[in-house]
């Protein structure tokens, strides 16, 4: 018979192989075999069904706690060749419906030889890499995320202030949940300003204080199927003299949100804060120059104004109306015209006369 794999517990007592031995279900079938205290090995075990298929089923492996199996198959609902599945201990000690591990570990080709580690948390497997024609199989990493094992996201940034070097010893970063303003962690940055940090996908407001100056926020929303594992937020952080206009009309915390792109405001209308998605912010210390203000007077209210009187103050104060006097001026420049018209007929009429005599 072909035995093509196994794969031993932690606790060196139960082995795991694939065996085409008759009485299976079909091709190769997972096993299973326990020592005894004596150190021999019993009697080998069909998993039975729902692990193994008519098909083949290969490369069977048991993570550290001896509840989840890992194991290559050819028969379950798959995209292409032999997909990788796992199938978890139930408490009756039955196996349950193994599941796909889904796709980026699963292809269209074929997908054998997945080694959990830490108990499914990671694993290495090796794989053909079929861009590049003709090249051995690579040894691969993986990152397994699940309820156990959430995926972190890496928090960090550089906090600033104008005009100090460095950040003062109560200078802090908080991470609150937005919805129920709960704090999630607290750290203090370096003497630098830098900081750092990991979280689980969520949203959250990311809070920014130092002594004597207003703290910040930045409204963050990290999604567990996010491409960016590493996020840079900036932070700067100002006196309240030197706020702009724009946020001192707002009594709480400014929140920017981590996805929108504010657009910048003009450096000759306002110093500018920077934001979530900005540029690493620098170090230069040197503050923007305040503009005077011009003191605005108040207008005197007792004087009278001058006003333009309009054509409809005329008309009351004159009793005539402008706009028919002016029709009337050009009434008699038209019949004036005509006069003119007339008059040179005449003449030319008679000194054509006179000139046939």
């Known amino acids: 018979h072909w035995e093509s ?3 031993i517990s932690r606790d060196g007592k139960t082995l795991y192989f694939t065996s085409n031995r008759p009485g299976g279900h079909g091709g190769l079938d997972i096993y299973k075999s326990h020592r005894d205290e004596n150190g021999e090995w019993g009697r080998a075990v069909n998993l039975g069904r729902p692990v193994n298929t008519p098909y083949n089923e290969e490369t069977p492996f048991i993570t550290e706690d001896g509840n989840t199996l890992y194991f290559s198959s050819h028969g379950h609902f798959n995209i292409g060749g032999y997909n990788i599945f796992y199938s978890v201990r139930l408490d009756d000690n039955e196996w349950s419906v193994p599941l796909s591990a889904g796709y980026g570990i699963n292809t269209p080709e074929d997908d054998i030889f997945f080694q959990p580690v830490q108990n ?4 290495y497997m090796s794989r053909v890499n079929y861009e590049l024609d003709g090249t ?28 100090d070097l460095s950040v003062t010893s109560m200078a802090r970063v908080h991470v609150i949940y937005a919805k129920t303003g709960d704090t999630v962690m607290t750290t203090t940055p370096l003497a630098t300003g830098k900081w750092e940090m990991e979280v689980e996908p969520g949203e ?3 809070v920014f204080e130092d002594r004597d100056y207003r703290a910040q926020a930045r409204r963050l929303i990290l999604r567990e199927d996010q491409e960016e594992s590493e996020i840079i937020i900036g932070s700067f952080l100002v006196r309240e003299y030197e706020l702009p206009d724009y946020l001192l ?11 929108i792109n504010i657009p910048e405001k003009p450096e000759t209308e306002r110093p500018r804060i920077p934001f979530a998605a900005d540029e690493p912010v620098s170090t230069d210390t040197t503050q923007p ?5 011009t003191p605005v007077i108040p207008e005197d ?3 009278k104004e001058e006003k333009t009187p309009s054509p409809e103050d005329e008309k009351r104060e004159t009793g005539v109306d402008s706009d028919s006097t002016g029709k009337g001026k050009n009434y008699i420049i038209f019949l004036l015209l005509i006069l003119v018209l007339v008059l040179a007929y005449i003449l030319k009429n008679r000194f054509y006369r006179r000139s046939r005599r």
């Open 301 to 303: 209210t007792t004087a």
């Open 204 to 206: 959250y407001k990311i």
């Open 136 to 163: 051995p199989p690579d040894i691969f990493h993986y990152e397994i995320f699940s309820e156990t094992h959430p995926r972190k996201f890496s928090l960090s940034g550089v906090m600033s202030l104008t005009g």
């Open 249 to 259: 009309s707002h009594t709480d915390t400014p929140e920017i949100e981590y996805e």
């Open 289 to 293: 120059e305040r503009p005077e203000r």
């Open 120 to 123: 499914g948390k990671y694993a």
């Open 5 to 7: 794999h196994a794969s």
